[in-house]
């Protein structure tokens, strides 16, 4: 009978290199408001037995949180690269201290009162000030000059000694991580790994265009929902499936307690005697009143600090907002369509998410009191299901740029205002007060002002303008002998039940 040992041989460890830009493709990124989170695959042989993965090249600005065991490549060195490194250390110092001297510099001048700096002396300090700031600053220019010069050179020396591989592969500082991963296999093969780690240093925000056309009524606003993003992670992002999220990745975050909140009764401190032997040094000197001041101040000061505290504030609550393609969670996604290269440039680099076409109700309000200008705005209803975040728009009516607005945060099927700019098209004229004096009463005369105004519209469009408002205004009398009314036209105050008229 065949008999089998209790003790296998043990399997024997294997190690594998792999270079994340070489042996590994981004299969997929996601940005979120400050940071962004890659997927990358890797596809490389294992034998049987363990199997110890060393993956480099990863970026500098990898969030540690999100690897575990990350550690940053073996850098190779020099005698010439370890005197520039010195060097640059001591220049950092020593701007550092320049930094210093400015700023107590600074603080000393402040600090000087008028009572305390006799008016001949002022020349002089401010003079002196001048020359020392001057040679700070020279120096400040100089340091900057040769600490510029010396990042130089140590770059220079960090390639010259990372290029030594047979595919000229140059060396990137900002990809200098690594990790480590250990892989089990019970036989030959090839494996897929997958990994996933998060990468600051990017960001995107909401852009818009808005173009409204004013000779239609239905879906007269037609919005562009773009995204800006910019990355500078030290990896480029070369043909990826992007995809947008507006949810905030948290590390650590718990539920803050409220601290005991306490209230008491009032209770003044014991009065202060003063005591000439208790007296602070120079005390003596005082006069009667500025002593009786000065312990005046001082029970003031006490009195208050023994007032009922204030509550503590309340701690801030975060709110995150849906958006995107939301539907009513708390966060979205939105999956850029195509693939996209954004380099890492720090550069804004521009995507269309969706154009949507809206219905929006136009309105021409003037106060030609003031300005005879016409303003053109929009109530939009956001039909889509997207939320639209907070940012920047360019607004164009009738084809032609007009101005500059911002869309606030808005959800599905909520209204929002829209400023558009200007209408030249509707002019408004502003004429002169015409004024009238007659008398009323028969035994006691009073005055009676006639005073009358009024407001020419001119609409140069060719289609018509349903709703303007023309906003003015008539005085308030603060005199009960003075007497204000309004006769024409008649003014109409609201009720909570009637329906406001469209002026």
Known sequence: MATTSANPPPFEQHTVQLESAVDSK???????????????????????GQNQVTISGLPKALNHDSLSQTTPQESKTSPELKRLQSNKTDIEQTIHRNVQAQTSL??????????????????????????????????MNRLSEELQEVQASIA????????????????????????TVGIFASVNGDVELGLIYAVNRTSWTA?????????????????????????????????????LETATPSFDKTLPNLNPWTIGIYRPPPPVLYSPSSAPRGAASMPPMQMHQKRSSLLSSETASFAA??????????????????????????????????PSDGADHGVTIATLELDAK????????????????????NASEYTLLSGPANVYVDGSFISRST???????????????????????YHPLSK????????????????????????????????????????????????????????????????????
């Open 207 to 243: 852009r818009y265009d808005i173009r409204v056309n004013t000779q239609t009524k239905e879906k007269a606003v037609s919005l562009v929902y773009k995204a800006s993003i910019k990355q500078s992670s030290g990896e480029d992002w070369t043909d990826i499936p992007l995809t």
């Open 309 to 342: 505290p204030p509550p503590p504030p309340l701690p801030e609550m975060n709110i995150q907002t849906s958006a995107i393609t939301s539907k009513g969670g708390v966060s979205a996604t939105f999956a850029v369509p195509g693939l996209i290269t954004i």
């Open 156 to 179: 220079v020396e960090e390639l010259s000694l990372h290029a030594a591989t047979g595919e000229q592969k140059k060396w990137n500082p900002n990809l200098s991580l690594g990790v």
């Open 106 to 139: 600074v603080k000393y001048l402040e600090s000087l009162s008028s009572q305390q700096t006799p008016s001949n002396k002022l020349a002089e300090i401010v003079s002196d000030y001048d020359t020392i700031m001057g040679d700070l600053q020279k120096k």
């Open 26 to 48: 981004i299969t997929g990124v996601s940005v979120y408001s400050a940071r962004a989170e890659v997927s990358r695959a890797f596809r490389f042989p294992v034998k049987t």
């Open 407 to 429: 869309i606030p945060g808005v959800s599905p099927e909520e209204k929002f205002d829209c400023a558009l700019g200007l209408d030249p098209a509707i002019r408004i004229t």
């Open 436 to 503: 009238k004096l007659s008398q009323s009463g028969l035994l006691s005369k009073s005055d009676v002002y006639l005073y009358t105004q009024r407001i020419t519209v001119h609409n140069t469009k060719p289609t018509l303008v349903e709703t303007i408002k023309i906003i003015d205004q008539i005085p308030v009398s603060e005199d009960s002998i003075i007497n204000v009314k309004l006769l024409s036209p008649a003014l109409q105050l609201p009720s909570s039940s009637a329906t406001p008229a469209a002026t």
């Open 362 to 381: 136009m309105s021409w309000i003037s106060i030609p009191k003031k300005d005879t200008k016409t303003y053109l705005s929009a109530k939009i209803k």
